[in-house]
């Protein structure tokens, strides 16, 4: 399996500008996670799927965050406006809720910089 | 609620010497725990995890780690270090309970190996 997939790798923009980050999800699992990584705040949960139903969006920060899973293969994390404050590093992470005891498989990152 | 403590931001420690990376967590229920490797510009690694059983467990790449549920503790050990080592790593936990369950992470230690 090759693997829980993020695209873009990077991703550069200015403040104001709508950013889409995608996520593919390794086959069979039936959750999905985006997370946030700062130096400042460390790793945050923002969002979770089961079954591409969003369950708890808690960690989300604010209205300019937004997540969709249409389908079990495809989910995005959206952020508009965005604001160099969004500046991090986010990951997307899929597990099998069933199977796997809540061993979360995470994707490469995408390094968003806002400037 | 569940919170995870790793004693150490930062481990300096020479090639080949042994390590121990400490982990302290709270919770009121049993949980699942979990040592997570992030190399740099990488995502996250599962390097080892406790669900039921042998206490001491072992992991990818040489690391072990204990549970000491008296102690609420599970401390990464490896017996010699290489340079290749050198990566945050990341305790966290997981309630067993049934349904949604999400990973609750510890703000990590970053492992320097020098030569």
């Known amino acids: 399996d090759a693997g829980v997939i993020q695209s873009p790798r990077h991703e550069v923009t200015e403040m104001g500008q709508e950013v889409t980050l995608r996520c593919k999800p390794i086959?069979?699992?039936?959750?999905l996670f985006w997370y946030r990584q700062t130096m400042m705040r460390g790793l945050e949960l923002l969002i979770y799927?089961?079954?591409?139903?969003?369950?708890?969006d808690s960690g989300m920060p604010e209205d300019r965050f937004s997540a969709k899973m249409p389908n079990a293969s495809f989910s995005t994390l959206k952020i508009q406006p965005s604001e160099p404050r969004d500046s991090a590093v986010y990951f997307c992470?899929?597990?099998?809720?069933?199977?796997?005891?809540?061993?979360?498989?995470f994707g490469a990152g995408t390094r968003l910089s806002v400037l | 609620a569940q919170s995870v403590t790793q004693l150490d931001s930062q481990v300096p420690v020479f090639e080949e010497a042994p390590v121990e990376l400490r982990c302290n967590y709270s919770s009121s229920v049993s949980v699942y725990l979990f040592w997570y490797v992030q190399y740099p510009n990488q995502g996250l690694q599962l390097l080892l995890k406790?669900?039921?059983?042998?206490?001491l467990v072992k992991g990818i790449n040489g690391f072990e780690a204990e549970f000491n549920k008296s102690q609420t503790s599970f401390h990464l050990r490896k017996p010699s270090v290489h340079i290749s080592d050198t990566a945050e790593y990341f305790c966290?936990?997981?309630?067993?309970?049934?349904?949604?369950?999400?990973?609750?992470f510890g703000a990590g230690t970053r492992l320097a190996v020098h030569p």
């Open positions: 406790y669900l039921s059983g042998s206490t």
């Open positions: 966290a936990v997981s309630p067993r309970s049934g349904g949604y369950n999400k990973l609750i």
């Open positions: 992470a899929s597990t099998d809720q069933g199977l796997a005891k809540n061993i979360q498989y």
């Open positions: 799927f089961n079954n591409n139903v969003p369950i708890d």
């Open positions: 086959s069979g699992h039936n959750s």
